[in-house]
């Protein structure tokens, strides 16, 4: 009982970590387009620069997700890492004003090249957080997924859980907390939605994973015939939502 009680938070954990990825990106938008001044730049570049960090962190972070035998742990540590990076990367947003004004001033308004810099410049903000955002499914599924037997049914549930939550944390974020409360202490609320408040990994895997592995169905990595040839295949973390 106490255990299905604790995969059941951990899934209200993962909904809420996804609704929080989208509140930083609503939340990210909505600052940069006041340094940026043309709101399609500022959209292009979180929305660029978003997914890079993300496909990023899969790709690196996932592999360490696979070999950790702790993978809540690695997950709860991303979580808390994600609210960090978030936090410290909007406070630096008042360096790029100066830097922006800088090169604004010496490209034309509308050139590749100053889209570029404005996607540096957001790069410097989003990357970090988004980069350990791409790390939490491969890290949940690691410790859900027993085997090729439970792949399917699980991994959708974790990815269908995290992508609703990015549908409710984007309305939410658009359309009532900004307006309600305002930008910043919506970013606080998205920091504290993520964090690992509650998590406390433990050394073992959870149950589900374990029960696999007591029915020989299990492989030590859940994702190894994914792999295929090239052995570098990893499923995609958030696509344009998150946490």
């Given at each position: 009982?106490?255990?299905?009680?604790r995969i059941s938070w951990v899934y209200?954990?993962?909904?809420?970590?996804?609704a929080a990825g989208l509140v930083y990106?609503?939340?990210?938008?909505?600052?940069?387009?006041?340094?940026?001044?043309?709101?399609?730049?500022?959209?292009?570049?979180?929305?660029?620069?978003?997914?890079?960090?993300?496909?990023?962190?899969?790709?690196?972070?996932?592999?360490?997700?696979?070999?950790?035998?702790?993978?809540?742990?690695?997950?709860?540590?991303?979580?808390?890492?994600?609210?960090?990076?978030?936090?410290?990367?909007?406070?630096?947003?008042?360096?790029?004003?100066?830097?922006?004004?800088?090169?604004?001033?010496?490209?034309?308004?509308?050139?590749?090249?100053?889209?570029?810099?404005?996607?540096?410049?957001?790069?410097?903000?989003?990357?970090?957080?988004?980069?350990?955002?791409?790390?939490?499914?491969?890290?949940?599924?690691?410790?859900?997924?027993?085997?090729?037997?439970?792949?399917?049914?699980?991994?959708?549930?974790?990815?269908?859980?995290?992508?609703?939550?990015?549908?409710?944390?984007?309305?939410?974020?658009?359309?009532?907390?900004?307006?309600?409360?305002?930008?910043?202490?919506?970013?606080?609320?998205?920091?504290?939605?993520?964090?690992?408040?509650?998590?406390?990994?433990?050394?073992?895997?959870?149950?589900?994973?374990?029960?696999?592995?007591?029915?020989?169905?299990?492989?030590?990595?859940?994702?190894?015939?994914?792999?295929?040839?090239?052995?570098?295949?990893?499923?995609?973390?958030?696509?344009?939502?998150?946490?």
């Open positions: 009982m106490r255990e299905s009680r209200v954990l993962f909904l809420l970590s996804g990106q609503v939340v990210w938008s909505r600052l940069l387009n006041e340094i940026f001044g043309v709101t399609a730049h500022a959209v292009t570049a979180v929305l660029a620069t978003f997914l890079a960090g993300l496909a990023l962190g899969g790709w690196l972070l996932g592999r360490i997700a696979d070999r950790r035998p702790d993978a809540l742990r690695f997950y709860a540590i991303l979580e808390l890492g994600i609210g960090l990076t978030a936090l410290a990367g909007t406070w630096a947003m008042s360096a790029l004003g100066p830097a922006h004004v800088w090169f604004a001033s010496r490209l034309a308004p509308d050139s590749a090249a100053l889209l570029v810099v404005r996607c540096a410049l957001a790069a410097v903000v989003i990357v970090p957080p988004t980069f350990l955002m791409g790390g939490t499914l491969p890290a949940i599924a690691r410790v859900f997924v027993g085997g090729t037997a439970e792949l399917g049914r699980k991994l959708s549930l974790l990815y269908g859980l995290n992508t609703f939550g990015a549908v409710l944390g984007s309305l939410g974020a658009g359309f009532v907390l900004i307006r309600a409360i305002g930008v910043h202490p919506t970013l606080w609320l998205a920091v504290v939605a993520s964090s690992p408040r509650g998590k406390r990994p433990s050394p073992q895997p959870l149950s589900p994973l374990r029960g696999a592995r007591g029915r020989g169905a299990p492989s030590p990595n859940p994702f190894f015939p994914l792999r295929g040839a090239r052995g570098r295949s990893k499923p995609r973390g958030r696509s344009g939502c998150s946490s």
